[in-house]
């Protein structure tokens, strides 16, 4: 019944009073289950992620809607099923995997199984964790262990794409060759560019390592457009 009248209330003589700027709320109203939605926001989030990246992502993956999302993986998803494996664009043969962990507190033994679980999977070189609770210290000490860089997201910090936020500047991670003709260029070390902290939001997006740089592009009125750069440390 609400949601019905939410919907009339948007309605004037059949017309819609809605336009870019209003949205009805009857729009948002979601009848599903918060764990699937927290879910879908997360999924969806670590495949723009890793498009951004340079991974191999299928478009249906990243148009997939939330009720899309409930008919395949259900209200409570089978988290091995969330798993993501992906290869790298320029070079097929590095992968990428994704995994998400329950909700339990994680241990030694936990990254162990996993760390069994991956050794035989062909490919992978790099892996993604996307937390529910926290970790002690034995067990991030653990995560040295493995062969490849392992990343720790908290799954709050991937319900919202940070660089879809309009204040977000544009980002460009320069290759070799375009950093040391930069470089070149005006004469500086790595040194002489201002720098980035690892642990910055879209650092950790990016998947950006020390001492790569990166083109930021701001849009600002009426400022105006400016172009600078950072380095990793």
Not at 106 to 129: P, W, Y
Request: overall charge positive; some cysteine; glycine content about 4%.
């Amino acid at each position: 019944m609400e949601v019905k009248m939410a919907e009339e209330g948007c309605c004037e003589n059949g017309e819609s009073k809605v336009n870019e700027r209003t949205h009805c709320i009857w729009k948002t109203v979601d009848d599903g289950g918060v764990e699937s939605k927290r879910f879908y926001l997360a999924r969806t989030t670590a495949f723009e992620m890793l498009r951004d990246r340079g991974y191999e992502v299928n478009e249906a993956e990243l148009s997939l809607s939330l009720s899309e999302f409930r008919s395949v993986f259900g209200e409570k998803p089978d988290l091995e099923r969330l798993r993501i494996c992906v290869p790298l664009r320029s070079d097929p043969r590095k992968k990428i995997l994704v995994v998400f962990m329950e909700s339990e507190p994680i241990t030694v033994k936990t990254f162990r199984a996993i760390h069994s679980q991956v050794s035989n999977n062909v490919g992978v070189r790099a892996m993604i964790l996307i937390l529910q609770s926290k970790m002690n210290h034995f067990a991030q000490k653990e995560l040295t262990t493995f062969p490849f860089t392992v990343e720790t997201f908290p799954i709050g910090d991937l319900l919202v794409n940070i660089t879809k936020h309009i204040q977000q500047p544009k980002i460009e991670v320069l290759t070799k060759k375009e950093k040391e003709q930069l470089l070149k260029k005006h004469a500086l070390e790595d040194k002489h560019l201002p720098y980035l902290q690892e642990s910055d939001s879209f650092v950790r997006y990016y998947g950006l390592k020390i001492k790569q740089v990166v083109r930021i592009t701001y849009s600002k009125e009426p400022v105006g457009s400016f172009v600078t750069y950072r380095c990793i440390v």
